[in-house]
C-alpha cells in the first residue's frame, strides 16, 4: 500500500500550516528514522530548557539600555532542584528579598516581573523585546521598575505587586517546554494582586516568540488587556480578549489550521496517518 503521507499532496499544505508532526515518513512499519531523530533532539531540547541557567545580570543590562530600572529577587527556592520538586517555593520570596522590596517606592499601575520560570532560554531570548513593544502601546502609565526573579513561577507575582501597591502585575515567564517549543514566553496578567489569587483570576498570553505570537500581536493583545482590566476593575475568566486582531480576520493565520484540518478530513486513510499534535498553550507554571 502505497504511503499517504508522502504521496498524497493534501498533507503538504497540513504541514505547512502547523509545527505539529502530521503525516510522517515510515520505513515500513515504522516512523523513518530522519523522524525520530528529530523527534529525540526536540525532547532533548525541551529538557534542557527546564535546568537551562538563568542571568538575571544580563537581562537587567539588556533592560537598562532601554531605559528600564529593575529590582533583582530571589524566590524561596534556593536551587533549581528545590524549584521543580517543590513548585511552592517558587510562588513566594525570599526573606532578603521581601525586604529589599519594602524599601521600593509603591504605587504604580502595573508592575512588569520577569521570571526563569520552566524555560530561560525563552525568557532571554524574548522577555525584553516584548517589554519593549508593550510599553509604546502603554503611554501614561505609572511603570514601577522590572523586577527579575530567579526560580520564580506565576504567582510570586501576587505577592510582588501586592508589596509595591501596583493596580495590576504582569508577570513574564518561561513556559513549560513542548516538542517544538523550547523557547515559549507566556505573560499573566492579574488585577489587585495579594497572596492567594486564583489562576482563573488572571489572563493569560501565551507562546510568545517568532514562530508563535508575535512580539507586536502579543503587546497589542496585552495593551488592550490591560486597559479593560482597569477600567472594569478585574481580569480572569470574566475579562475576555476581544482586540480582534489580525489573526481574527479573514485569510488571517486561523485560516490556515482550518484549512489544514479540512485537508485531513478529506485524506483516504486518514485515520491510520501517524501525526503528533502541536503543544497547545501551557497551564500556568
Known amino acids: 500500500m502505497a504511503n499517504l503521507a508522502t504521496t498524497d499532496p493534501r498533507f503538504a499544505a497540513m504541514r505547512a500550516a502547523t509545527p505539529a508532526r502530521i503525516g510522517l515518513p515510515r520505513a515500513g512499519a515504522a516512523t523513518a528514522t530522519a523522524c525520530n531523530l528529530a523527534f529525540a533532539l526536540a525532547h532533548a531540547e525541551a529538557r534542557d530548557a527546564v535546568r537551562a541557567a538563568f542571568t538575571p545580570e544580563a537581562l537587567a543590562a539588556e533592560l537598562k539600555a532601554q531605559g528600564l530600572e529593575t529590582i533583582r529577587l530571589r524566590s524561596a527556592a534556593t536551587e533549581r532542584r528545590d524549584f521543580l520538586l517543590r513548585p511552592d517555593l517558587g510562588r513566594s520570596l525570599d526573606v532578603a528579598s521581601a525586604h529589599r522590596l519594602a524599601s521600593a517606592p509603591k504605587g504604580f499601575d502595573l508592575a512588569f516581573v520577569i521570571a526563569d520560570g520552566l524555560s530561560a532560554r525563552a525568557v532571554h531570548a524574548h522577555a525584553a523585546a516584548f517589554l519593549n513593544e508593550a510599553l509604546g502601546l502603554l503611554r501614561g502609565w505609572r511603570i514601577a521598575p ?113 484549512a489544514a484540518s479540512a485537508a485531513l478530513a478529506q485524506a483516504p486513510g486518514a485515520a491510520g496517518v501517524s501525526a503528533t499534535l502541536a503543544p497547545q498553550p501551557q497551564a500556568p507554571v
Do not use: W
Not at 470574566?238 to 486561523?254: I, N, Q, R, V
Open 146 to 258: 522590572v523586577c527579575i526573579v530567579e526560580q520564580g513561577r506565576v504567582a510570586i507575582g501576587d505577592e510582588i505587586g501586592a508589596i509595591l501597591g501596583a493596580t495590576l502585575v504582569a508577570v513574564v515567564i518561561g513556559e513549560r517546554p513542548g516538542l517544538s517549543s523550547p523557547d515559549s514566553l507566556g505573560v499573566y496578567l492579574t488585577f489587585d494582586p495579594r497572596r492567594g489569587r486564583a489562576d482563573a483570576e488572571r489572563n493569560c498570553l501565551s507562546n510568545i516568540r517568532p514562530q508563535g505570537m508575535s512580539y507586536a500581536e502579543a503587546a497589542k493583545r496585552f495593551a488592550y488587556l490591560c486597559e479593560e482590566a482597569r477600567r472594569r476593575r478585574l481580569t480572569g475568566t470574566a475579562l475576555k480578549d476581544e482586540s480582534h486582531d489580525a489573526l481574527l480576520a479573514p485569510g488571517g493565520a486561523t485560516a490556515q489550521p482550518a
